[in-house]
Nanobody
């Protein structure tokens, strides 16, 4: 059983920064691609960023390119999302997820394990 636990969310003013972490249980973290998704109230869960098993390749949704950075530390079984220049429209619950494969993906259907989410609120 894989468990993913997000942390680092909170309330921040527009223009501020937050760093989300996702701690994964198990010994095979470094075999799988990982991703971050977010869900605002009344909206579907949307793709934010993804990273391959090695961290060599990443991809982002257009609205966060240049502001967010996904990274991973396989020695610590931890996934990160550095979020800079936050905007009110970034307000959502952020989820990390483990890809059912070693590559990255923007489709939530390609992920088999999900964390419980962490709230990010950006005030204007």
């Amino acid at each position: 059983q894989v468990q993913l636990v997000e942390s680092g969310g909170g309330l921040v003013q527009a223009g501020g920064s937050l760093r989300l972490s996702c701690a994964a249980s198990g010994r095979t973290f470094n075999r799988y691609g990982m991703g971050w998704f977010r869900q605002a109230p009344g909206k579907e869960r949307d793709f934010v960023a993804t990273i391959t098993w090695s961290g060599a390749a990443t991809d982002y949704t257009d609205s966060v390119k240049g502001r967010f950075t996904i990274s991973r530390d396989n020695a610590k079984n931890t996934l990160y999302l550095q979020m800079n220049n936050l905007k009110p429209e970034d307000t959502a619950v952020y989820y990390c997820a483990r890809r059912a494969g070693s590559s990255g993906s923007s489709s939530p259907h390609d992920y088999d394990y999900w964390g419980q989410g962490t709230q990010v609120t950006v005030s204007s």
